[in-house]
C-alpha cells in the first residue's frame, strides 16, 4: 500500500511549502544576526543569542502559545498586522510557516555564526586596503566564504521546519489543507481506526526527508573546510 | 610624500614615530617586536593612533586633535602582507583584479600584462592560491597591490616566510618594482641586507622609537 492518498499529498505539499517559506525569509535575518554575533561586540549581545536558542529550549508547546499572544488575531502584533496590513497569521499556512521560522531559527543561525566567525579577519583586513568597503567585503569576501555554513544551515533550518509540531499545532491548529503538516497529520491519523498505514507511510517520508538533510549539511560543511583552504 | 608624526601605546612600550619619507622606498627597520607592523599599520589606517597625524601628499589621513580618520578602504595604500594573504576561494586572475574592481577602474590590459610581466606571474592565472608556492603567492600579492593603483604601497616583511632560496628570488622583482612600477614604497625589513638592496632612506625604529633617518649608509653591520 505504497499510494499517498490525498490527505496526505495535501500534508506534505503544505509541509513543502511552510518550510520553504520559512527557511527563505528566515535565512536573510539569519546572515544578518550571525553576522552581528560574530563580528560585533554590544551591550546586549547575551541576552541576544540567549533569545534566539529559547526555541530550542523552551517546550514548543508554550512557544506555540506565546506566538498565538503575539500575532494571534488579537495579539499584541497579530491585531495590528491584520487591520493594516492585512497580514493574517491565526489558523492559516502563513502562521505555520512562522511558527516553523521561529523554531528552526536558532539551527539555521548556529552553523551560519561558525562558519563567518572562520573566515580570517585578515583577509577581510587584505580587502580593505585594496578598496573594498566593508559592505562589499562582506559580499565578496566573507559570504562566499562562509556560504557552505550557510548553506548547511538553511538545510538544518529546513529539516527542522519540516519536522515541526508542538508550537504550530499550538499557534494554529490542525486544519487539513491550510495547517495540517505532515507531523499533524501523522498525530491525526494515529487516533483514526484505520489510519495506521496512512501514518507509517508519512513516517517514512519524514525520516527520508530528515535523513536527506542531515547528509546534506554535513556534505555542506566538509566543504566549507576544503574551500577555506583554497582548495 | 608620506609624513608621520604619531604616538600610540602598545602593551609594554609606546610607539613614538615621526618622520617624513623622501624619495622611492622607505626602508623601516628595526628588530621583530619594535613596533614597525604597528606603524605600518597606523599608515595603512588598520590602526588609530593615540595621538598625531598621517598625511600623504598633503591630504590628512589621521588627525587625533580633529577625530579625523579616513577608513583604510578610502586611503589608496597598497599593503603587500608578510602572510600573502590572497583570497582562496579566487583564482590568481580574481585576486590581482579585486582591487580594480573595488575601486571601480576601468579595465586596463596593458596594465595587467606590464605588472605579470613583471612579476613573471601570467601562466599562474587560472591557479587557486592554495596551488602556489610561497614565493608565487607572494607575487601574486604583489601584484594585486600594485593593481589596485595605490599611490604608496606598504610591505611588511614580504620576504620574512620565505627560505633563503625564495628571497633570492623575489628580490631582484623588488627592485624592478622600485625602478619600473613608479609608486614610492615603505618597506618592513629586520634584514639590513635585504634594505640595503632595495631602500633609498632609511628609518630605524627601536623599541617603539625612531632612533634615526637617513640614507642606506645608516644600516652598519648585518
Known amino acids: 500500500m505504497l499510494e499517498l492518498s490525498p490527505t496526505e499529498w495535501t500534508a506534505i505539499q503544505l509541509s513543502l511549502r511552510v518550510a520553504t517559506v520559512a527557511t527563505l525569509v528566515a535565512t536573510p535575518l539569519g546572515i544578518a544576526v550571525a553576522w552581528l554575533l560574530a563580528r560585533r561586540d554590544f551591550w546586549g549581545k547575551s541576552a541576544l543569542d540567549a533569545a534566539i536558542h529559547l526555541p530550542l529550549v523552551l517546550p514548543p508547546v508554550v512557544t506555540g502559545y506565546l506566538l498565538l499572544l503575539t500575532f494571534g488575531r488579537r495579539g499584541l502584533v497579530g491585531a495590528w498586522l491584520a487591520d493594516h496590513l492585512g497580514i493574517v497569521f491565526a489558523f492559516r499556512w502563513t502562521g505555520a510557516a512562522l511558527a516553523c521560522g521561529i523554531m528552526a531559527f536558532p539551527l539555521l543561525v548556529r552553523p551560519i555564526r561558525l562558519s563567518i566567525e572562520a573566515v580570517d579577519r585578515r583577509l577581510e583586513q587584505a580587502a580593505g586596503t585594496l578598496g573594498a568597503e566593508p559592505w562589499r567585503v562582506f559580499l565578496t569576501i566573507t559570504l562566499p566564504l562562509a556560504l557552505p555554513g550557510v548553506l548547511a544551515g538553511m538545510v538544518l533550518g529546513f529539516a527542522k521546519a519540516i519536522g515541526e509540531f508542538g508550537a504550530t499545532i499550538t499557534f494554529v491548529s490542525n486544519i487539513p489543507g491550510e495547517t495540517q503538516t505532515i507531523s499533524s497529520a501523522i498525530y491525526s491519523l494515529i487516533q483514526t481506526p484505520d489510519g495506521d498505514a496512512a501514518a507509517l507511510r508519512l513516517v517514512v517520508v519524514s525520516v527520508v526527508i530528515a535523513l536527506a538533510a542531515l547528509i546534506g549539511s554535513e556534505w555542506f560543511a566538509r566543504r566549507a573546510t576544503r574551500r577555506l583552504h583554497g582548495n | ?222
Open chain 2, 1 to 222: 610624500m608620506l609624513r608621520v608624526d604619531v604616538s600610540k601605546q602598545l602593551g609594554e612600550f609606546s610607539l613614538e614615530a615621526s618622520f617624513a619619507s623622501e624619495g622611492r622606498v622607505t626602508g623601516l627597520f628595526g628588530a621583530s617586536g619594535a613596533g614597525k607592523t604597528s606603524l605600518i599599520n597606523i599608515i595603512a589606517g588598520l590602526l588609530q593612533p593615540d595621538r598625531g597625524t598621517i598625511a600623504i601628499d598633503g591630504e590628512t589621513l589621521d588627525d587625533t586633535a580633529t577625530r579625523l580618520h579616513v577608513p583604510a578602504h578610502r586611503r589608496r595604500i597598497g599593503y603587500v602582507f608578510q602572510d600573502a594573504r590572497l583570497f582562496p576561494h579566487l583564482d590568481v586572475r580574481g585576486n590581482l583584479d579585486y582591487g580594480r574592481r573595488m575601486n571601480r577602474l576601468a579595465d586596463d590590459p596593458a596594465q595587467l600584462k606590464r605588472i605579470t610581466d613583471l612579476l613573471d606571474i601570467g601562466h599562474l592565472m587560472d591557479r587557486r592560491p592554495g596551488k602556489l608556492s610561497g614565493g608565487e603567492r607572494q607575487r601574486v600579492a604583489l601584484g594585486r597591490a600594485l593593481l589596485s593603483k595605490p599611490r604608496l604601497l606598504l610591505l611588511d616583511e614580504p620576504l620574512g616566510s620565505l627560505d633563503e632560496g625564495r628571497k633570492v628570488e623575489i628580490l631582484p622583482y623588488l627592485v624592478r618594482l622600485r625602478d619600473e612600477a613608479g609608486v614610492p614604497m615603505v618597506y618592513v625589513s629586520h634584514d639590513a641586507a635585504e634594505l640595503r638592496q632595495i631602500a633609498t632612506q632609511i628609518v630605524l625604529l627601536q623599541r617603539g622609537r625612531v632612533t634615526s633617518i637617513g640614507g642606506v649608509r645608516a644600516l652598519t653591520g648585518g
